[in-house]
Nanobody, 115 residues
Framework: QVQLVESGGGLVQPGGSLRLSCVAS????????MGWYRQAPGKQREWVAV???????NYAGSVKGRFTVSRDNSKNAVYLQMNSLKPEDTAVYYC?????????WGRGTQVTVSS
């Protein structure tokens, strides 16, 4: 059974930082591209960042320069370091694993940026 479990969300003030984690089980983690998505209230889910199986990273324009995605294949984990957070970053953040068209989602972790 495949599981993706996110953690690390919470309430943070504007300008602050959070580090999200996602631990995967039930898949050969190193074969999968790992992505982060987010969904704000009343909005569609949007892509945030991805790290490929080879370690290449890419970011949505709205987070480039502020967020950093990384992976640790020895721990079956992917991380999202979020700096200089803004109120518009408030959303539920989801982890996604995809390989050859087969994808899996976590249940998400809430990030709220507010003073």
């Amino acid at each position: 059974q495949v599981q993706l479990v996110e953690s690390g969300g919470g309430l943070v003030q504007p300008g602050g930082s959070l580090r999200l984690s996602c631990v995967a089980s039930g898949i050969i983690f190193s074969n999968y591209a790992m992505g982060w998505y987010r969904q704000a209230p009343g909005k569609q889910r949007e892509w945030v960042a991805v790290v490929t199986s080879g370690g290449t990273t890419n970011y949505a324009g709205s987070v480039k320069g502020r967020f950093t995605v990384s992976r640790d294949n020895s721990k079956n984990a992917v991380y999202l370091q979020m700096n200089s957070l803004k109120p518009e970053d408030t959303a539920v953040y989801y982890c996604n694993a995809i390989n050859k068209g087969q994808g899996y989602w976590g249940r998400g972790t809430q990030v709220t940026v507010s003073s």
